[in-house]
């Protein structure tokens, strides 16, 4: 049974071991292994959000609903995180930056997340998220840190350039994401 205080409890222990995000990665295989049980705990999705289900200094866990169809820029997070999917699928292209030309990046691998997949992202990840289906999908994500007070930046989805990421902007998209929701 997945019990998001208990959750949150092993998650806190995991930071303090040696390898700190390979453990959390196991407790987030493990909640995810059951997925059942994390809908029955969180709630069927009814629309795309990111919930806070916990925050401090060291550790954010929030619940990600990602609307059909939904697109999100690429983007890093500047600290590491797990993604664990309870439902749908989820597809990440990952980027790197273009050498000698500041501020470009380019494609550099991709990878389709379902359900029960835990993957791991790296502190200097920058990746692009996509629910290429058409229903909501839900994931569990873990950050090594105050996900809402770091420094991010996104890149133009026309240009491919850098840009400052701002917590106004991508709750701009998921309402948008919601609007569109309603109207299919």
């Given at each position: 049974?997945?019990?998001?205080?208990?959750?949150v409890?092993d998650?806190?222990?995991a930071l303090?071991?040696?390898?700190?995000?390979?453990?959390?990665?196991?407790?987030?295989?493990?909640?995810?292994?059951?997925?059942?049980?994390?809908?029955?705990?969180?709630?069927?999705?009814r629309?795309?959000?990111?919930?806070?289900?916990y925050?401090?200094?060291?550790?954010?866990?929030?619940?990600?609903?990602?609307?059909?169809?939904?697109?999100?820029?690429?983007?890093?997070?500047?600290?590491?995180?797990?993604?664990?999917?309870?439902?749908?699928?989820?597809?990440?292209?990952f980027?790197?930056?273009?050498?000698?030309?500041?501020?470009?990046?380019?494609?550099?691998?991709?990878?389709?997340?379902?359900e029960?997949?835990?993957?791991?992202?790296?502190?200097d990840i920058?990746?692009s998220?996509?629910?290429?289906?058409?229903?909501?999908?839900?994931?569990l994500?873990?950050y090594?840190?105050d996900f809402?007070?770091?420094d991010?930046?996104?890149?133009?989805a026309?240009t491919?350039?850098?840009q400052?990421?701002?917590?106004?902007?991508?709750?701009?998209?998921?309402?948008e994401a919601n609007?569109?929701?309603?109207?299919s």
């Open positions: 049974m997945f019990e998001l205080d208990q959750f409890a998650c806190r222990a303090q071991e040696h390898s700190s995000q390979r453990a959390v990665q196991e407790v987030v295989a493990r909640a995810v292994s059951n997925p059942r049980d994390v809908l029955q705990a969180l709630g069927e999705p629309r795309a959000e990111m919930q806070t289900l925050r401090s200094d060291d550790l954010t866990i929030l619940n990600v609903i990602w609307a059909p169809w939904m697109n999100l820029l690429p983007h890093n997070h500047q600290m590491w995180a797990i993604i664990g999917l309870y439902t749908g699928r989820e597809d990440n292209i980027w790197r930056r273009v050498p000698g030309n500041k501020g470009l990046v380019e494609a550099a691998g991709a990878r389709a997340l379902r029960k997949d835990a993957e791991p992202l790296g502190r920058i990746h998220v996509s629910n290429p289906i058409p229903r909501l999908t839900g994931a994500h873990v090594g840190g809402f007070d770091a991010r930046s996104e890149w133009d026309e491919l350039l850098e400052q990421c701002s917590g106004e902007k991508m709750a701009r998209r998921f309402e609007a569109l929701l309603k109207t």
